[in-house]
């Protein structure tokens, strides 16, 4: 059995690989059975043209949605939960905390610094979506979702990204694959712990 499931990425990632759009993405049996063992769920795929790529990535938390999306959306603690991210600030935002404009700064060992500039666009505690606003990326753009599920939430995602110079793909699938876990299994410790 297949389960439909729509995933985003995480920003991020993004300057790692790039990828054609495959919006509305399908779970695997073994991906929905990595999730229910505890375990974050990410798959990286090339595009065709060699120089994009989708991420696509799930995680289950336990705690309350509106928590785990408060933790998603704290710029100044992204760089203590995920590797490479240097900087995070928010440059723009609506007064009213249905959008902002971030720019985020990364850096691999393997690759020159790469400056994101994008835009949120927020559904409280449901989902954010984001787009290049300006910075490095010849594309970028996906959408964070979280769903209730169990006694907690559902965070899964998917984007679209092009980097702004070449990356051997399986480089980048093989950082990727290694980061993006640590990333969503400690935006998982911060949510439990801000839950209790």
Avoid: N
């Avoid at 300057?15 to 779970?27: K, N, V």
């Avoid at 910075?135 to 965070?155: A, N, S, Y």
């Amino acid at each position: 059995m297949r389960r439909a499931l729509l995933i985003v990425v995480a920003p991020w990632a993004a300057f790692l690989t790039g990828a054609d759009p495959a919006w509305a993405m399908i779970l695997s049996d073994r991906a929905a059975e990595q999730l229910d063992r505890g375990r974050p769920y990410v798959d990286v795929e090339p595009g065709p043209d060699g120089s994009s790529g989708v991420i696509q990535a799930a995680i289950d938390v336990a705690a309350p949605q509106a928590v785990v999306f408060k933790v998603m959306t704290d710029c100044d603690l992204a760089p203590k939960m995920v590797a490479g991210l240097k900087s995070c600030r928010v440059l723009d935002r609506d007064p009213q905390g249905r959008w902002d404009i971030r720019e985020e700064v990364s850096k691999m060992t393997f690759a020159p610094s790469v400056r994101t500039v994008y835009r949120e666009d927020f559904d409280p505690p449901h989902s954010m979506t984001f787009h290049a606003a300006g910075g490095d990326l010849k594309i970028f753009e996906g959408q964070w979702r979280l769903e209730p599920h169990g006694d907690g939430v559902r965070v899964t995602y998917e984007a679209r990204i092009a980097a702004p110079f070449a990356v051997p793909g399986w480089v980048a699938r093989i950082a990727l694959r290694h980061d993006l876990p640590q990333a969503l299994l400690a935006l998982r410790r911060e949510a439990m712990a801000r839950a209790q």
